[in-house]
């Protein structure tokens, strides 16, 4: 599988819009970028998954650059308890195991 | 739905000593993971299945290693001569794998600490 690069930390104020970058200049036409996130003492959580059309959801949005070789995970309101470590993985939709990096550590603060 | 559940949540043992732990998945979700993650790292994948079919092991899972699935619902991970290199969280996901796209839910974790 493709691999990632995060930033390992940023902060963001409560209310605010959290932009969470991810580069993956490798990666492969049949592979869809997923982003999970990982509160503290707990098991990590699926957020947002695309291949190369903008996504949105509940949670959150998922921008892909044109050439995929980039993208970008939007909270929009961040609140507090959006404080976490955000993983994205790159992984064909035949692949049956997530390879994690190690993620960006997001801050949200009052 | 209770969502995926692990037992023990925390494991304390000697180095030597034997362990098991427990994954209960989603009901009807046919596969299933176990990753280990350690401290400042994401997790790292070491084996998953298929109903009650292990499918993929990874070079992580050593001899002293064991996972079963045996009626393809929950699943068991066994340790072997614990190791203090051994001591992790060990996660637990499951997802329903029909063709394309899935995501895996994540139970909390077995924390082990091997003294």
């Known amino acids: 599988d493709a691999k990632t690069t995060q930033p390992p930390s940023m902060d963001c104020a409560e209310g605010r819009a959290a932009n969470l970058p991810c580069n993956h200049s490798?990666?492969?036409?049949?592979?869809?970028v997923y982003w999970y996130r990982q509160i503290h003492s707990q098991g990590p959580q699926y957020i947002i998954h695309?291949?190369?059309n903008n996504e949105t959801n509940e949670m959150a949005s998922l921008i892909i650059t044109e050439d995929r070789k980039s993208s970008t995970l939007i909270l929009p309101h961040a609140t507090l308890r959006d404080t976490a470590v955000y993983y994205c993985?790159?992984?064909?939709?035949?692949?049956?195991?997530?390879?994690f990096g190690t993620g960006t550590g997001l801050q949200v603060f009052p | 739905d209770t969502g995926v559940s692990q037992d023990p949540r925390h494991k304390i043992t000697k180095r030597g000593q034997n362990v098991t732990f427990r994954c209960d998945p989603i009901?009807?979700?046919?596969?299933l993971y176990w990753y280990r993650q350690t401290l400042g790292q994401g997790p790292e994948f070491l084996t998953y299945?298929?109903?009650?079919?292990?499918?993929?092991k990874s070079r992580l899972l050593s001899d002293r290693f064991s996972a079963e699935r045996p009626k393809g619902s929950f699943s068991t991970l066994e340790i072997q001569r614990t190791e203090q290199g051994d001591s992790a969280m060990y996660l637990c996901?499951?997802?329903?794998?029909?063709?394309?796209?899935?995501?895996?839910?994540f139970g909390p974790g077995t924390r082990l600490t091997v003294t």
């Open positions: 996901a499951s997802s329903y794998q029909a063709g394309g796209l899935y995501e895996q839910y």
């Open positions: 490798t990666i492969s036409g049949n592979e869809y």
């Open positions: 695309g291949l190369k």
């Open positions: 993985i790159v992984s064909a939709d035949n692949t049956d195991k997530l390879i």
């Open positions: 009901s009807e979700h046919n596969r």
């Open positions: 299945f298929q109903n009650e079919a292990q499918l993929e």
